[in-house]
């Protein structure tokens, strides 16, 4: 009864938000995409997506592909990374697919990409979220988006509590599953969807497998990526009896595989079908920015936060639907607009110009002239260069404050990532070094040292560098083998104060005195036999066996192989711990982390046994 009434309540609700696709007159915005951006707006809020622009283009460049097969709607799409750990993928109806960082990092190939993403499609293009409501008592996906609607609409909800009832909705929508009938009709749709995009349908066996191999490891509450052996088992079967009936032709399927006139008009009409896209996201950005932010008295519109991060999401739409189009370079310039007026609130002296700068010459790199871009170009341009003469006109007011006794910490690593090419770069760099000294942060004072010492000479004098800026290169710069003098002479008594092995073992192979290096070597040894990481000595036995001073580096490689295998031994025994407990994540990570860091143990022999046990 409790089920049949929250049903019948979601099922209204239904009605105005996730109306299989009916357009709203007043805005011509369709329900369901307003649903699906709630919902896009509140991971980016509690979970966050993801920054990581190589595979982002990948994501996207493979789901419009697909995503132009299966578009018998017209839902207009987009492509995120949800940064959660976890393997998984999510379809939200209007159009939203989210795949997870964690399965990003199982390494699909793009056959299995595009089976997979045509899985998610086939999800929003079949309503499966209605059908699924309609028969299911449980919870469906759009019930429990409904229910963050509400949540979220409520004049009784504060602002914390509606976020916490967001993340618990979030969690319920990552780890739903659809039924069996609903995935084998997904896998199906899906297959053909991608095959009709020039990819490969064995893709869709490999993807299972690889699932398959990962099952135990993210089973359980994971969601339908990850069900019982059987139910993966089954769905394999069933991609192999359809592969006799899927032909794929790469060079006639795919938009754009070739040079034909037939394949050339393919290829104008998926980028016209991306520039749709785009356009309809920017009409909706253009919307909601149309609407004043929620005020004292006026609930009816959407507080402040939650509309920049719709914004954001939207902006991010429009550049992952056509990256080089003359819009997405203006979405670019809003985002970077926003991260120069936060730099922009802080003194003049503490401003990250460095970082600035980068990006500008990011967008220089990303965006070619046109008459479409040359005017934000030009701006962007003058910014830039007004940004330069600021970071110069501020450079001699921050040498005076150099010329003080004492200087904080912050401050001088601001510096060096201001002005890495200032002729007194060493002199701020040892500076810094011996303020990390003082605070007994050792390592960060051998690394700012080493730093100094290790700087190519590369001949010349004095110079100008593009902003102006006093810059000197190469042996002749003043002071440099002052610097460096400093640098060596604080290396040979820090040596026996720093922590990690790679680091002491360069200062003691390259730049101590003959005096100096025996106490180091026993240091060495010390440092050897204290440590607790598995990891770390595997990497110091890489870093030895490559050393010409054969002699203290056998020594060294010896006691490191006896602490490598008694670590190893203790990172077996608590794998096998967790492997008890079914906590079977943890186990997999202890005996890969014994094949990479002790390959040449007993151990790394054992956890290959183990981990085939459990695949």
């Excluded at 896998?187 to 398959?212: C, F």
């Excluded at 008594?493 to 990690?500: G, I």
């Excluded at 595997?538 to 008694?566: H, M, T, Y």
Aim: proline share 5%; net charge negative; glycine share 6%.
């Amino acid at each position: 009864m409790r089920h049949y009434l929250l049903f019948c309540f979601i099922t209204f609700s239904l009605t105005g938000c996730l109306g299989g696709g009916v357009t709203d007159s007043t805005n011509q915005t369709p329900p369901e995409f307003l649903a699906g951006l709630e919902v896009a707006r509140a991971i980016e809020e509690q979970i966050g997506l993801a920054d990581n622009p190589a595979e982002i283009k990948r994501l996207n460049d493979i789901g419009f592909t697909v995503s132009y097969q299966a578009n018998s709607s017209h839902h207009w799409y987009s492509f995120h990374i949800i940064d959660l750990p976890q393997p998984n993928a999510l379809a939200i109806p209007g159009g939203f697919v989210f795949v997870t960082s964690g399965l990003i990092d199982l390494k699909l190939t793009d056959d299995e990409m595009a089976v997979l993403l045509g899985h998610e499609l086939s999800h929003i293009e079949q309503k499966h979220h209605l059908r699924q409501a309609k028969e299911e008592a449980k919870l469906s996906i759009a019930q429990i988006i409904a229910t963050l609607l509400v949540a979220r609409g409520s004049k009784n909800v504060q602002a914390t509590e509606a976020a916490m009832l967001s993340s618990s909705i979030l969690h319920s929508l990552l780890t739903l599953s659809y039924t069996r009938e609903l995935e084998s009709e997904a896998d199906e749709y899906g297959l053909n969807y991608s095959v009709q995009a020039g990819y490969k349908p064995e893709g869709g066996i490999t993807l299972l497998e690889k699932l398959l191999l990962h099952s135990d490891e993210y089973g359980g509450d994971q969601g339908v990526l990850f069900r019982t052996h059987p139910y993966l088992t089954e769905r394999i079967k069933e991609i192999k009896m359809r592969l006799p009936h899927l032909k794929n032709d790469e060079n006639q399927s795919r938009p754009g595989g070739a040079n034909q006139p037939t394949l050339l008009s393919r290829k104008n009409k998926f980028e016209a079908f991306r520039r749709d896209n785009q356009e309809f996201f920017y009409r909706q950005l253009l919307r909601i920015q149309s609407v004043p932010p929620k005020r004292s008295g006026h609930s009816s519109h959407q507080p402040l936060e939650m509309i920049k991060t719709t914004v954001k999401v939207l902006r991010l739409n429009i550049i992952q639907s056509d990256p080089n189009s003359p819009l997405a370079l203006e979405m670019h310039w809003q985002f970077f607009l926003e991260e120069i007026e936060q730099e922009e609130k802080k003194p003049y002296l503490m401003r990250n110009y460095g970082l600035l700068l980068e990006k500008y010459n990011t967008v220089f790199k990303d965006f070619s002239p046109s008459m479409e871009t040359e005017k934000t170009l030009d701006i962007i341009k003058s910014r830039r260069e007004a940004l330069e003469a600021e970071k110069k006109k501020q450079y001699d007011e921050i040498l005076r404050i150099m010329d003080r006794p004492a200087v904080a910490v912050s401050f001088l690593e601001q510096f060096l990532e201001n002005y890495p090419q200032s002729e007194r770069f060493d002199e701020v760099c040892f500076r810094l070094g011996d303020s990390y000294e003082a605070g007994g942060e050792f390592d960060q004072a051998a690394g700012q040292y080493l730093k100094i010492i290790k700087k190519t000479p590369a001949g010349g004098a004095t110079a100008q560098s593009d902003n102006g800026i006093p810059s000197q290169t190469g042996e002749s710069r003043p002071n440099r083998d002052e610097w460096g003098k400093k640098s060596a002479d604080k290396l040979q008594n820090l040596v026996l104060k720093t922590s990690r092995l790679e680091i002491t073992y360069e200062i003691y192979q390259k730049y101590l005195r003959p005096e100096a290096r025996p106490p180091a070597a026993e240091y060495i040894k010390q440092l050897i036999a204290k440590s607790e990481n598995l990891e770390e000595c595997g990497e110091f036995s890489r870093l030895v066996s490559s050393a010409s001073d054969r002699g203290p580096a056998d020594e060294f490689q010896s006691l490191v192989k006896e602490r490598i295998n008694r670590l190893a031994e203790e990172v077996y025994s608590n794998a096998r711990g967790y492997q008890a407990l079914g906590q079977l994540a943890r186990a997999r990570a202890g005996y890969r982390m014994i094949i990479k860091s002790a390959p040449q143990t007993d151990w790394a022999t054992r956890a290959q046994q183990q981990l085939k046990l459990l695949q």
